[in-house]
């Protein structure tokens, strides 16, 4: 039997050491060992309403039809049998749940891997098949698509960016005395690539403004890790700098700026450097 299609790593082998491809021509008989019988029970798991998965706590109506966790509570009837749906929880379906291979989520952009639910969610962060959102901060923006369509995407819909050429450059985030939490976002062309960056500003709990700069490459996070990026403020007799791998637009800027994984200053720190107001950070892109 075929294993992955090369390139594919293998997510899980625990249960299954024998996944073979689903289509394999020839025989009609269906294969009760290994994937063949498992994508057919993961079929038993389908919500009939977003046909998304019904995963544990699996509850079902009185009639034994399920609902995922998802859809039950905009719900007021069993969507099956018009019956109520109480609170019956199945615990031989969720036993069963726990040996069942599912499909990745993004199986119809091509991914072929399938896993144990418990192992879905986390492989599906990072499945290279999941959609690119856009990167502009902020949640303003919804859109979604592949990552060759998201520089035409920003520079139709986000017309104000400006980007600059060349591997060091200098992002210069005017009035950044402003109340209030305020994005300052620019784009650096080099290396055959296009870098965000983004100088974040938010407001403390205290009323202490706090500053984010932070690089993310327009690629995947595999591409991300042959870059390195160099933030720096300088002034006379002062430097505060930083270095890093930049992120993946896939995974996003949020949790770093939340963990403090990034360039981070206050107020004052920004006052040291800034003039008129406008406080020029030297970007320097550079590869691994
Ligand atoms: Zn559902
Ligand atoms: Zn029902
Ligand atoms: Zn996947
Ligand atoms: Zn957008």
């Not at 299954?16 to 020839?26: D, K, L, Q």
């Not at 025989?27 to 063949?36: A, H, K, P, R």
């Not at 403004?209 to 327009?218: P, R």
């Not at 991300?224 to 930049?246: I, Q, V």
């Amino acid at each position: 039997m075929s294993g992955n299609p090369p390139g594919m790593v293998p997510v899980s082998k625990k249960r299954n050491e024998r996944s073979s491809s689903s289509s394999s021509g020839g025989s009609s008989s269906t294969n009760l060992s290994g994937l063949g019988l498992s994508q057919d029970l993961s079929n038993l798991f389908e919500c009939p309403v977003c046909f998304d998965y019904v995963l544990p706590p699996i509850l079902q109506c009185q009639s034994g039809h399920l609902v995922c966790s998802n859809c039950r509570p905009k719900l007021s009837c069993c969507p099956n049998c018009r019956g109520p749906l109480g609170n019956i929880r199945n615990l031989a379906m969720e036993k069963v749940a726990g040996s069942v291979l599912f499909p990745c989520k993004y199986a119809t952009s091509g991914c072929t891997i399938s896993l144990l639910h418990t192992e879905k969610i986390e492989h599906e962060e990072f499945c290279q098949y999941r959609p690119y959102t856009c990167p502009c901060p902020g949640a303003s923006c919804k859109w979604q698509g592949t990552v060759e369509q998201v520089m035409p995407h920003l520079m139709c819909t986000h017309k104000s960016i400006t980007t600059l050429q060349g591997e060091d450059i200098v992002f210069l985030a005017t009035d950044i005395n402003v109340p209030g939490a305020v994005d300052w976002v620019m784009m650096q062309s080099c290396f055959n690539h296009n870098f965000m960056l983004i100088l974040e500003k938010q407001q403390k709990y205290d009323g202490h403004h706090q500053f984010f700069a932070i690089v993310q490459l327009i690629g995947s996070r595999k591409e991300a890790e042959g870059f390195a990026y160099r933030l720096e403020l300088n002034s006379r007799r002062r430097r505060l700098s930083w270095e890093a791998t930049p992120r993946s637009i896939h995974e996003g800027v949020s949790s770093a700026i939340v963990n403090s994984d990034c360039l981070v200053f206050d107020t004052n720190i920004a006052q040291l450097f800034a003039e008129n107001g406008n406080l020029g950070i030297n970007v320097t892109i550079s590869t691994t």
